[in-house]
Antibody, heavy 124, light 107 residues
Framework: QLQLQESGPGLVKPSETLSLTCSVSGGSISSSRSYWAWIRQSPGKGLEWIGSIYYSGSTFYKPSLKSRVTISVDTSKSQFSLQLSSVTAADTAVYYC????????????????WGQGALVTVSS | DIQMTQSPSSLSASVGDRVTITCQASQDISNYLNWYQQKPGKAPKLLIYDASSLETGVPSRFSGSGSGTDFFFTISSLQPEDIATYYCQQYEDLSLTFGGGTKVEIK
């Protein structure tokens, strides 16, 4: 059974870069037709998709976050990572990683399964 | 971005009641609509994809319908374990937006 687990610092200072890693187990990050996604959830903005990556390194980002987001993949470790630069208090959220599955007509459609989530607080 | 508006934002119903949640898209999204269940302190879980397809292992009391801009999520007989917040999510465009959620409680 595919499982995902987020890891990384729980506290980041304003203007610095948030970095999180998602470890995938129970299946290969390379063998699926799926993309791999980062999603965040904050009280103020609800659930927000951040971006997705294919095992080949191809990425798609939410346009409003694109200038600050980098998602990368390490297939040898079965991991993918998120970097979000120049963070502010508005970036405080629970960050989830998830498999981003395709539908018949779309490369990426629904998120399943999700990791348990990692709370990241932006504060000095 | 496509805006997804859920209603109501919360509801209280009795065990055994039929519960319906509405999700309205700001433009036509065909059937590119998914529904998730999120229990307190847990990650969201996929229940319905493509507006009406039940994910494997999900109880048949959950169902979805609709297309275009108006979508419906129904629990045919509310159970205590269904206490959660439910979200819709569109994938017609790359904004991949979620609704604001509907919190379901037991009366």
């Amino acid at each position: 059974q595919l499982q995902l687990q987020e890891s990384g610092p729980g506290l980041v200072k304003p203007s610095e870069t948030l970095s999180l890693t998602c470890s995938v187990s129970g299946g290969s990050i390379s063998s699926s037709r799926s993309y791999w996604a980062w999603i965040r959830q904050s009280p103020g903005k609800g659930l927000e998709w951040i971006g997705s990556i294919y095992y080949s390194g191809s990425t798609f980002y939410k346009p409003s976050l694109k200038s600050r987001v980098t998602i990368s993949v390490d297939t040898s470790k079965s991991q993918f990572s998120l970097q979000l630069s120049s963070v502010t208090a508005a970036d405080t959220a629970v960050y989830y990683c998830a498999r981003h599955k395709p539908s018949v007509l779309r490369y990426f459609a629904w998120f399943d399964p999700w990791g348990q989530g990692a709370l990241v607080t932006v504060s000095s | 971005d496509i805006q997804m508006t859920q209603s109501p934002s919360s509801l209280s119903a009795s065990v055994g009641d039929r519960v319906t949640i509405t999700c309205q898209a700001s433009q036509d999204i065909s059937n590119y609509l998914n529904w998730y269940q999120q229990k307190p302190g847990k990650a969201p879980k996929l229940l319905i994809y493509d507006a009406s397809s039940l994910e494997t292992g999900v109880p048949s009391r959950f169902s979805g319908s609709g297309s275009g801009t108006d979508f419906f999520f129904t629990i045919s007989s509310l159970q205590p374990e269904d206490i959660a917040t439910y979200y819709c999510q569109q994938y017609e465009d790359l904004s991949l937006t979620f609704g604001g959620g509907t919190k379901v409680e037991i009366k």
